[in-house]
């Protein structure tokens, strides 16, 4: 069963930048496009951007294009989401999702928490 853990939360001041990382094992991580999404208390589970399997074509939210990167390292079976121009609303924990099928993801991180204060 393919496993993803997250890696690189923390606390930052806004307009500073963190870069998360996404291990993933137990799986064919080429043939995964992999997700970014995010929670904040009280509110809803949001997207945040998606890299594909084959293509390495990339997708962002609006409230993160402009700011934020995805980028996938296939040696080294990881994503990562490169987060420039924090703001205080970006606090939230980030999770990472693998997927095969538009359907249905594979797999879940646990998450990682970041906090950028004003």
């Known amino acids: 069963q393919v496993q993803l853990v997250e890696s690189g939360g923390g606390l930052v001041q806004a307009g500073g930048s963190l870069t998360l990382s996404c291990a993933v094992s137990?799986?064919?991580?080429?043939?995964?496009?992999m997700d970014w999404f995010r929670q904040a208390p009280g509110k809803e589970r949001e997207f945040v951007a998606r890299i594909n399997q084959n293509s390495g074509n990339t997708y962002y939210s609006v409230s993160v294009k402009g700011r934020f990167t995805i980028s996938r390292d296939n040696a080294k079976n990881t994503v990562y989401l490169q987060m420039n121009s924090l703001k205080p609303e970006d606090t939230a924990v980030y999770y990472c999702?693998?997927?095969?099928?538009?359907?249905?993801?594979?797999?879940w991180g646990q998450g990682t928490q970041v906090t950028v204060s004003s």
């Open positions: 137990g799986g064919t991580f080429t043939r995964y496009t």
């Open positions: 999702a693998a997927a095969r099928v538009l359907t249905r993801y594979d797999s």
